[in-house]
């Protein structure tokens, strides 16, 4: 990302350069803001991972530059620059909540028409049902907790958002079992309170014999591990 990061942050800074030498308004400043300056930079998020902190440092010199000439302190408080305005905050968009809400939607629309993106996110997000042996509705599971089970990609950074802003995103995917008593391993061992470190290790393991269920009678006590 960080090849997509450096463009970004030189637009935000070209902008703030220019804007320093342009004789505007509040109005029109705000129009160059929101309407030239923001639009370039939103455009390519649907396909981009960018962190929170890098979609900060992307518009950090154009903040820095436009409260200033917007008659606003350029340290008022971010949480009301990005607050909507029905809370008295002036409802600038943040790149990151644009971000991954714009993901959210592909999702949902390109698997809706089974296009190639469409499978694309199912392997995606088969691969993170798998890697994480927590069923098909580990996108419900506490991510703070549960991450460390799985490699970084797109889906696993929509899992941390939902997470976070308390979203259910449902998803027709199922994980037939041999028998009706068995249940994913690694749910077992989550209800158990292991370390994380343990379930990082256990997950290994049970990913190197290629297992997934086990039979709900077999299930271990918390003194058996």
Same mark, same amino acid.
């Given at each position: 990302?960080?090849?997509?990061?450096?463009?970004?942050?030189?637009?935000?800074?070209?902008?703030? =350069?220019?804007?320093?030498?342009?004789?505007?308004?509040?109005?029109?400043?705000?129009?160059?803001?929101?309407?030239?300056?923001?639009?370039?930079?939103?455009?390519?998020?649907?396909?981009? =991972?960018?962190?929170?902190?890098?979609?900060?440092?992307?518009?950090?010199?154009?903040?820095?530059?436009?409260?200033?000439?917007?008659?606003?302190?350029?340290?008022?408080?971010?949480?009301?620059?990005?607050?909507?305005?029905?809370?008295?905050?002036?409802?600038?968009?943040?790149?990151?909540?644009?971000?991954?809400?714009?993901?959210?939607?592909? &999702?949902?629309?390109?698997?809706?028409?089974?296009?190639?993106?469409?499978?694309?996110?199912?392997?995606?997000?088969?691969?993170?049902?798998?890697?994480?042996?927590?069923?098909?509705?580990?996108?419900?599971?506490?991510?703070?907790?549960?991450?460390?089970?799985?490699? =970084?990609?797109?889906?696993?950074?929509?899992?941390?958002?939902?997470?976070?802003?308390?979203? %259910?995103?449902?998803?027709?995917?199922?994980?037939?079992?041999?028998? &009706?008593? =068995?249940?994913? &391993?690694?749910?077992?061992?989550? %209800?158990?309170?292991?370390?994380?470190?343990?379930?990082?290790?256990?997950?290994?393991?049970?990913?190197?014999?290629? &297992?997934?269920?086990?039979?709900?009678?077999?299930?271990?006590?918390?003194?058996?591990?």
């Amino acid at each position: 990302m960080l090849k997509q990061f450096e463009p970004l942050r030189n637009k935000s800074i070209k902008w703030a =350069d220019q804007m320093k030498t342009a004789k505007l308004n509040h109005s029109d400043t705000w129009t160059a803001l929101t309407a030239n300056l923001l639009r370039s930079l939103i455009y390519p998020l649907q396909a981009t =991972d960018l962190s929170e902190y890098m979609c900060y440092d992307i518009m950090k010199p154009a903040l820095n530059q436009g409260l200033t000439q917007l008659g606003l302190c350029r340290n008022f408080p971010r949480a009301l620059i990005f607050a909507p305005k029905s809370c008295l905050g002036l409802g600038l968009p943040h790149l990151h909540t644009i971000q991954e809400i714009s993901q959210l939607q592909s &999702i949902r629309e390109h698997t809706l028409h089974n296009t190639f993106t469409g499978m694309l996110y199912r392997a995606s997000l088969e691969a993170l049902i798998i890697e994480t042996g927590l069923g098909a509705e580990v996108l419900e599971e506490p991510f703070p907790i549960l991450q460390p089970l799985a490699k =970084d990609s797109l889906v696993k950074t929509s899992w941390k958002f939902l997470h976070l802003h308390r979203i %259910t995103l449902k998803h027709d995917m199922k994980l037939p079992s041999f028998r &009706i008593v =068995d249940k994913p &391993i690694m749910n077992i061992f989550h %209800t158990l309170q292991l370390p994380v470190n343990t379930l990082v290790q256990l997950s290994c393991c049970r990913l190197y014999l290629n &297992i997934y269920f086990v039979s709900e009678a077999l299930t271990p006590s918390s003194n058996s591990i």
